[in-house]
């Protein structure tokens, strides 16, 4: 390998991890301000909120990674330009593609290692990253009791402290209502001062109350709503223990998520696109099966049961039941009696009704199993679409950063902003018309590669060709060429004097 070529890398991998790890932090703030409410107040482990953030960082590779190589290579070359490094190589007989050509096989490394990262990395960080949120939303809030306030965390125990020492374990004026019976404030126990303490395994907080009163209403008692007799019990000292084992974070079993389609690899996708498919079709047929059964009418319009023209005998005896419809009159209900036809109306409208219900709901499973399909068709395109755009991106910076020969973090960043923004919406909006079924699934997903392919293409011919992008005269010189010439007027000489 060349120096110039390590040069080349050396000055393209700084920057590279630079910009992977502050897109990365960028997209993790935003899901922490999406997601902090899940998060505040329920006494999570520093730990467990390090695994979250590892997990989500990993999920937002696909995000962070196309960013990364379009800031970075467009930063490598710009930089080498403002320093007039690319002249000096040029001058020396290397052109911009032998120049590139180490970065090119460093970004097909790169995206090579994005499709591996996406096959077979992604789907366990999203199986570790979804598990643990959803588990953190179901987790109750950390016991906190406040001054002057009811706390019913607890199931059935309703808690109220006057007041808090400056320790917050020392409490005053404490009521404690049991509602475990669901019989009502039954058992009210009330202190003047109290000490709250947790046991060193955390699982159970000790409440010692001192002089305080129980108060338990008698309902085992014949008499019970009549005399409402209760007993009182006045104690210097009472201990009472509560379980915390509902605050503490329970993990779900991760094979509840395994199935998802964000969670599969490109086989697992192939074999469940496959079987979700037979057994949409299946359903089809059964479905038309028992419609057709129900409704046996219809049976001749399906022409893959019709009766073969060389059956006369089948042909016969229809033409029998027609011979006998034909003996009534028209209109058919003029033949029953009023109290018939209003059955006979009855039953076809229940009929007619059930029917289209039956229909109804068929269709709206239909459609739910081929959106189904369809996620799962997204994510297996998208895997091969992130190795696919880190290599377009990178034919976009690298020749844009040596056209505009600007290096840093100013008019590159907000170049890379522009490029990875018009991606990002074209996209999104790709993804959402394949969920809905508005446009075919392929189409959907790659819209955004075939917008920005003929950019990167047009960009490196210009680049490597030395051709003026940003040259105003010579852009003028390429409109020009359309506009419409406008007709000269030709003026006739005027003529000699006439001869006298």
């Known amino acids: 390998m060349k120096k110039i070529h390590l040069y080349v890398i050396k000055s393209f991998l700084g920057p590279f991890v630079f910009t992977f790890f502050i897109a990365l932090f960028i997209i993790l703030l935003q899901f922490l301000w999406l997601h902090i409410d899940d998060m505040v107040g329920k006494g999570l482990e520093i730990h467990i909120i390090g695994k979250l953030m590892f997990f989500a960082s990993s999920t937002f590779v696909p995000l962070a990674l196309p960013l990364a190589i379009l800031l970075s290579s467009l930063m490598t070359f710009g930089n080498l330009g403002e320093h007039y490094e690319l002249v000096a190589v040029k001058a020396a007989g290397i052109s911009l593609r032998k120049l590139m050509k180490p970065l090119v096989i460093l970004a097909l490394l790169l995206s090579v290692s994005a499709f591996l990262f996406s096959n077979y990395v992604l789907p366990v960080a999203n199986l570790k990253f979804r598990s643990l949120l959803y588990d953190i939303r179901q987790q109750k809030l950390a016991f906190n009791i406040s001054e002057g306030i009811y706390y019913n965390g607890m199931e059935g125990i309703a808690i109220r402290v006057g007041r808090k020492d400056s320790d917050n374990k020392t409490i005053y004026d404490v009521q404690i209502y049991n509602h475990t019976d669901r019989m009502g404030n039954i058992i009210v126990t009330t202190a003047e001062k109290g000490l709250m303490e947790l046991t060193p395994d955390q699982q159970e907080i000790i409440f010692s109350l001192f002089n305080g009163y129980r108060y338990t209403e008698v309902i085992d008692q014949a008499a019970y709503r009549r005399t409402r007799p209760f007993e009182v019990m006045r104690f210097e000292k009472q201990v009472r223990r509560f379980n915390l084992s509902e605050y503490q974070l329970n993990r779900t079993n991760e094979d509840l998520f395994k199935t998802h389609y964000s969670m599969l690899n490109i086989d697992q996708l192939n074999y469940s696109i496959d079987s979700l498919s037979t057994v949409r079709l299946n359903r089809l047929d059964v479905y038309k099966q028992r419609f057709i059964k129900r409704n046996p009418y219809l049976a001749k319009l399906d022409t893959l049961n019709e009766i073969p023209k060389n059956d006369t005998i089948s042909i016969q005896v229809d033409s029998l039941q027609m011979a006998k419809y034909d003996t009534l009159k028209y209109p058919i209900l003029d033949n029953f009696q009023t ?155 005027e003529t000699e004097d006439r001869k006298t």
């Open 339 to 493: 109290d018939i036809k209003y059955l006979i109306i009855d039953n076809a409208l229940k009929n007619a009704r059930s029917t289209k219900e039956n229909i109804i709901f068929f269709k709206d499973e239909q459609v739910t199993r081929k959106q189904v399909i369809t996620n799962h068709e997204i994510v297996w395109h998208q895997k091969l679409k992130l190795s696919i755009a880190c290599l377009i991106f990178f034919f976009i910076g690298a020749p844009l950063g040596a056209i505009i020969r600007k290096g840093g973090l100013g008019l590159p960043v907000v170049i890379s902003v522009l490029f990875f923004v018009l991606y990002y919406v074209v996209s999104m909006t790709g993804e959402k018309a394949a969920k809905t079924g508005e446009w075919n699934v392929i189409f959907a997903i790659w819209l955004s590669t075939i917008v920005i392919l003929p950019m990167g293409l047009f960009l490196s011919y210009k680049a490597t060709s030395d051709a003026p992008l940003l040259d105003a005269e010579s852009w003028g010189k390429f409109f020009g060429r359309f506009r419409f010439k406008k007709r000269q007027k030709t003026i006739r000489p």
